[in-house]
T-cell receptor, first 109, second 116 residues
C-alpha cells in the first residue's frame, strides 16, 4: 500500500534549527514535495526532490534518500512566522500526489 | 509566477442551494487541476482530478453528481456543490499544475464553505 508518515507535532525555539522527517512507501516514485500551510490558508510550495541529496533554498533545505524512503525538511534560523503545518507529499508512478497528514510546527520565543 | 486564483474566499449558503467555486491559473496554462477538501486539523483529501476538455476523475466516495467539476479551458476550472448540506461545510482548495506531470502543484487560497 501507499503510506506517508511524519510526526504530528513538533515544538522549536525561535532562532533555532528544526528537522521534520518524512518516511514513505509508494507505488513507484516520481519525486517528493514539501508544502507549508498556515492555519486557515492553502498550502504553498516549498521544495521538490526527485534525486538523492540535499536541496538548499535559503533558510529551508530538503533532503531525500530514495533507497531509505526518507526525506526531511530542515528549517534554520526559525522565525515566529514559520509556525505552520508542513506537508510531505510523494508522487507515485501515475503522477498522483500522496499526502502525509502534516506536521504542526510550533515556534516558541 | 504560477499564481492560482480561487473565488470566492468564503461563502455561506442555505441547505439545499448550490454553490459554484472558480479556480483560475493566472499566468500559466493548467493542463491538470485538482480539487481538495480539508476538514479542520485533517489532511488534504483529494476529491477529483480534471484535465482540460475531458470529464473529471473522482476519488472513491466522492459523488460526481453532487460535486460537479467543469474544466472548460486551460485556465479555468469550476466546482459546483449541488444541493449543499451542513456536512458539506469544509475548506475547499483547488490546485493547478502546468508544464510536465512532475511539476509542483500551485494552490488557490481556498474557499471556506459554510452551509446553514
Amino acid at each position: 500500500g501507499q503510506n506517508i508518515d511524519q510526526p504530528t507535532e513538533m515544538t522549536a525555539t525561535e532562532g533555532a534549527i528544526v528537522q521534520i522527517n518524512c518516511t514513505y512507501q509508494t507505488s513507484g516514485f516520481n519525486g517528493l514535495f514539501w508544502y507549508q500551510q498556515h492555519a486557515g490558508e492553502a498550502p504553498t510550495f516549498l521544495s521538490y526532490n526527485v534525486l538523492d541529496g540535499l536541496e538548499e533554498k535559503g533558510r529551508f533545505s530538503s533532503f531525500l534518500s530514495r533507497s531509505k524512503g526518507y526525506s526531511y525538511l530542515l528549517l534554520k534560523e526559525l522565525q515566529m512566522k514559520d509556525s505552520a503545518s508542513y506537508l510531505c507529499a510523494t508522487m507515485d508512478s501515475n503522477y498522483q500526489l500522496i499526502w502525509g497528514a502534516g506536521t504542526k510546527l510550533i515556534i516558541k520565543p | 509566477g504560477a499564481v492560482v486564483s480561487q473565488h470566492p474566499s468564503w461563502v455561506i449558503c442555505k441547505s439545499g442551494t448550490s454553490v459554484k467555486i472558480e479556480c483560475r491559473s493566472l499566468d500559466f496554462q493548467a493542463t491538470t487541476m485538482f480539487w481538495y477538501r480539508q476538514f479542520p486539523k485533517q489532511s488534504l483529501m483529494l476529491m477529483a482530478t480534471s484535465n482540460e476538455g475531458s470529464k473529471a476523475t473522482y476519488e472513491q466516495g466522492v459523488e460526481k453528481d453532487k460535486f460537479l467539476i467543469n474544466h472548460a479551458s486551460l485556465t479555468l476550472s469550476t466546482l459546483t456543490v449541488t444541493s449543499a448540506h451542513p456536512e458539506d461545510s469544509s475548506f475547499y482548495i483547488c490546485s493547478a499544475r502546468g508544464g510536465t506531470e512532475s511539476s509542483p502543484l500551485h494552490f488557490g487560497n481556498g474557499t471556506r464553505l459554510t452551509v446553514t
